[in-house]
């Protein structure tokens, strides 16, 4: 399967933990997106990655949650201490960078259900 | 902020009958993503529109790249069981990284 892939696809966790969540893109891809959604509502955007580098942050990103891209394949989310309004989907999404027109073009992983208890 | 308002919020429709969804927005974007999404994965892209006017088809859907490129249609015809799901649109916001999705429109087919 060369798609994006999320792991785990179901995490729970008590109030107060830590979780960190993995994204592989599909191979190629330089750009990476996070984005966070809760029942009834559309993906919110959360971070980009460009390679390796960190070029945007949402400012729903609060200073307890982290992401890297070491290098400019793989991605993890990191939440510290969290709490129950943590609870959501969190999906990764790449897209090519390259290409006619098809740059903008994302694709989505399964995402990563988060239940904090 | 720039936001992007999908109608309707949800559709009941009989097996076989056409489906019309629209997209709106405040501000012009120059690009319109349609996805679907199913119950617990990911969103699917459906169609990729980048220039206004523009018609695109992916077998039984049509997308339309609003001529103001303020807006966004998706038609399904001759619907089927399996289109449930919910139909996102989305555009890159201008001047960032960041991509908008709309507020979705929930698709249920009665057989």
């Known amino acids: 399967d060369t798609g994006v892939s999320q792991n785990p696809r179901h995490k729970i966790t008590k109030r107060g933990q830590n979780v960190t969540f993995r994204c592989d893109p599909i191979?190629?891809?330089?750009?990476l997106y996070w984005y966070r959604q809760t029942l009834g509502q559309g993906p919110e955007f959360l971070t980009y990655?460009?390679?390796?580098?960190?070029l945007e942050k949402s400012r729903l990103l609060s200073d307890r949650f982290s992401a890297e891209r070491p290098k400019g394949s793989f991605s993890t989310l990191e939440i510290q201490r969290t709490e129950q309004g943590d609870s959501a989907m969190y999906l990764c999404?790449?897209?090519?960078?390259w290409g006619r027109g098809s740059y903008n073009e994302q694709f989505f992983g399964p995402g990563t259900r988060l239940t904090v208890l | 902020g720039q936001q992007l308002n999908q109608s309707p919020q949800s559709m009941f429709i009989q097996e076989g009958e056409d489906v019309s969804m629209n997209c709106t927005s405040s501000?012009?974007?120059?690009?319109w993503l349609w996805y679907k999404q199913e119950p617990g994965e990911g969103p699917v892209l459906l169609i990729a529109?980048?220039?206004?006017?523009e018609l695109t088809s992916n077998g039984r859907l049509t997308a339309q790249f609003g001529i103001t490129r303020k807006d966004s249609f998706l038609n399904i015809s001759a619907s089927i069981p399996s289109d449930v799901g919910i139909y996102f649109c989305?555009?890159?916001?201008?001047?960032?990284?960041?991509?908008?999705f709309g507020t979705g429109t929930r698709l249920k087919v009665l057989a």
């Open positions: 999404a790449s897209s090519p960078g």
């Open positions: 501000s012009i974007f120059n690009t």
């Open positions: 529109l980048y220039k206004a006017g």
């Open positions: 989305a555009g890159p916001a201008a001047g960032t990284y960041k991509y908008i």
């Open positions: 191979s190629e891809h330089n750009r």
């Open positions: 990655f460009q390679n390796e580098a960190q």
